[in-house]
């Protein structure tokens, strides 16, 4: 069974930044592709960025150049760096990864971009 806890979220102002965290336990950290997704209001789900056990980094277009997923496997921890945030970047966010049996999701951690 794998837990999986984000942190990191709060209030912050257009141009600011906040960097995302999400520990993970149960099943072998290290092999598994990580993600963020974020879900706004009125919308779905998307996926932000993916990070594969060899350390690839894939990003949605809207965030290139804004954001950077990262893993330290030995913390079992995955983060979401996101600079030049803008409201649009409003939204729950999800930690989430896919091993061979299913698929595992954090609880999310509430993003508000907002002067």
């Known amino acids: 069974q794998v837990q999986l806890v984000e942190s990191g979220g709060g209030l912050v102002h257009p141009g600011g930044s906040l960097r995302l965290s999400c520990a993970v336990s149960?099943?072998?950290?290290?092999?598994?592709?990580m993600a963020w997704y974020r879900q706004a209001p009125g919308k779905q789900r998307e996926l932000v960025a993916r990070?594969?056990?060899?350390?690839?980094?894939n990003y949605a277009d809207s965030v290139k150049g804004r954001f950077t997923i990262s893993r330290d496997n030995a913390k079992n921890m995955v983060y979401l760096q996101m600079t030049s945030l803008q409201p649009e970047d409003t939204a729950v966010y999800y930690c989430?990864?896919?091993?061979?049996?299913?698929?595992?999701w954090g609880q999310g951690t509430q993003v508000t971009v907002s002067s």
């Open positions: 149960g099943g072998v950290f290290s092999m598994y592709a």
């Open positions: 990070i594969s056990s060899g350390r690839s980094t």
């Open positions: 989430n990864t896919m091993t061979l049996t299913r698929e595992y």
